[in-house]
């Protein structure tokens, strides 16, 4: 089968400053990936050139090749939008948007999907990532509202509805209360079955509790 990810020689600089120094691995489809390392050594220069999310700075620049399912995704022809819906980014601080909690998940789906569907399509990643009884009466409230571990499980909810097939989690429980830790560990778990997830975590006792693999990083300079 064809890795999720792979990784080939991957240089990346910015400026005259290397950052990741010809790096090559394998991520296998529907497992979790666990990547440390020291503050500073390159965990989400790795993560976002992942998603092509380095693109627009100005003196970044990358060699070697990222391929997902087989594809390479800095070839010329990739839709940069479309490769953002299938690998999807959660950050350390839970991105939500001053709207409803109902129109967050469907943030970035509204415009592909029927009007009829949107109600089915909420319940059903609200349900996933764990989150629909706490907010099936309050759909309408701002997101803001929210506690931060609720909006950390409405952003993951968002990128499940776009339909994400990989997600780069990068210390998604760094402000996190540990409770609401805890449901973003287990929330990892469940979601293996059906998605690829690389983790940035600096908890070792974290990264050994949910992932299947580990990438130790280190600074290069
Ligand atoms: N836009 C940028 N321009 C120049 N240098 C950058 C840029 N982004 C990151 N760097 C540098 O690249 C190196 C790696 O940064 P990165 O944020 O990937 O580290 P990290 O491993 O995620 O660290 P942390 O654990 O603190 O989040 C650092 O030295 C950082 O200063
Ligand atoms: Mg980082």
Redesign the pocket.
């Known amino acids: 089968m064809i890795p999720a990810i792979q990784i080939k020689n991957l240089t990346v600089t ?2 005259s ?1 290397k ?1 990741i120094d010809d790096f090559s691995c394998e991520v296998k489809e529907n497992s979790v990936t666990a990547i440390i ?10 993560l ?1 050139s992942l998603c092509r999310m ?1 693109d627009r ?1 100005e ?2 620049h990358i060699a070697g090749q990222v391929l997902v399912k087989g594809e390479n995704i800095y070839h010329p022809n990739v839709d940069v939008y479309e490769l953002r819906r299938r690998v999807g980014m959660i950050f350390q601080k839970p991105c939500v948007f001053p709207k409803s909690i109902f129109e967050n998940v469907l943030f970035g789906v509204k415009h592909r999907i029927d009007k009829k569907d949107y109600e089915t399509l909420v319940e059903r990643v609200l349900t996933k990532v764990n989150l629909w009884e706490e907010v099936k009466d309050r759909l309408k409230s701002l997101a803001t509202t929210l506690s931060v571990g609720q909006q950390q499980r409405l952003a993951i909810a968002r990128t499940l509805a776009v339909g994400s097939e990989i997600l780069l989690m ?2 998604p429980t760094s402000s996190l209360d540990p409770k609401s830790a805890e449901a973003i560990e287990s929330l990892i778990k469940s979601l293996k079955t059906h998605h690829t997830i690389l983790l ?1 975590t ?1 908890q070792h006792e974290q990264a050994e509790k949910v992932s299947d693999n580990l990438i130790f ?1 280190n ?1 290069i300079r």
């Open positions: 910015y400026g400053i950052v390392g020291p503050s500073g050594c390159g965990k989400s220069t790795l976002r380095n700075i003196d970044f990068d210390e940035v600096h990083c600074i």
